[in-house]
C-alpha cells in the first residue's frame, strides 16, 4: 500500500536521483540535471508551507507503508478558474513496471478530487512513452488528441498525447 506526504528537506538524495535521471529529461523541464545547491534551496521553499493555490504546484512523495520513498507524485500548471492541474508521476528506476505508478495516480486523484476539490486532470505523454500510456488508459484518463511539434527532445520536436480525467 502506497501514499503521499509532503516533502521534507531529507528528501533531498530522491529529489536528486530523479532530477538527474537522464531517462525523464525528455519529459521534464528544464531537462538538465540540478545541483544539490539548487535542489536544497528548492527543498527549503516547498517546506516552508508553500500553498498550491498560491503557486499551482504541489510536489508529493510517493512512500510504502514502510517508510520507503520511490518516486514523485506532481500536480503543476494548475488553472484555478477551471480547477484543472496537469499530472506528472516520476519513479525512481528500481521501483517501475511493478505498479507502483498505477497505485501513486490513484492516491494523486483522490488528493486532487478531495482536497484540493479539483474538477480535471490532464497530461501530456510522448507516444512512444509506452509506460505512460499505459498508466493513463489504466486510471481511465480519456485520450482527447495528439499535439503534433510539442515536446522539443534531442532528436527534434515530437508529438504529445492529451489525456484528461474528469474527477
Not at 478558474?81 to 483522490?110: F, M, P
Not at 512512444?128 to 498508466?135: E, I, P, Q, Y
Not at 498525447?161 to 474527477?167: N, T
Request: hydrophobic share 40%.
Amino acid at each position: 500500500m502506497l501514499h503521499l506526504r509532503a516533502l521534507e528537506p531529507e528528501d533531498l538524495e530522491l529529489l536528486y536521483t530523479i532530477e538527474n535521471d537522464p531517462s525523464v529529461w525528455d519529459v521534464t523541464t528544464p531537462g538538465a540535471p540540478y545541483s544539490h545547491h539548487a535542489l536544497r534551496q528548492y527543498l527549503l521553499q516547498a517546506t516552508d508551507g508553500w500553498d498550491f493555490f498560491a503557486t499551482g504546484q504541489q510536489r508529493l512523495v510517493i512512500e510504502t507503508e514502510e517508510g520507503v520513498a520511490l518516486g514523485l507524485a506532481d500536480l503543476f500548471n494548475h488553472e484555478a478558474t477551471h480547477r484543472r492541474a496537469e499530472v506528472g508521476i516520476a519513479l525512481r528506476r528500481e521501483h517501475r513496471g511493478k505498479g507502483n505508478g498505477e497505485e501513486a495516480l490513484h492516491e494523486l486523484i483522490a488528493f486532487a478530487r478531495n482536497r484540493l476539490c479539483l474538477h480535471s486532470l490532464y497530461a501530456k505523454v510522448q507516444p512512444d512513452n509506452t509506460a505512460a500510456v499505459r498508466l493513463m488508459q489504466a486510471t481511465d484518463f480519456l485520450q482527447l488528441c495528439t499535439l503534433p511539434d510539442w515536446l522539443r527532445t534531442p532528436t527534434g520536436y515530437q508529438p504529445a498525447l492529451l489525456f484528461h480525467r474528469i474527477l
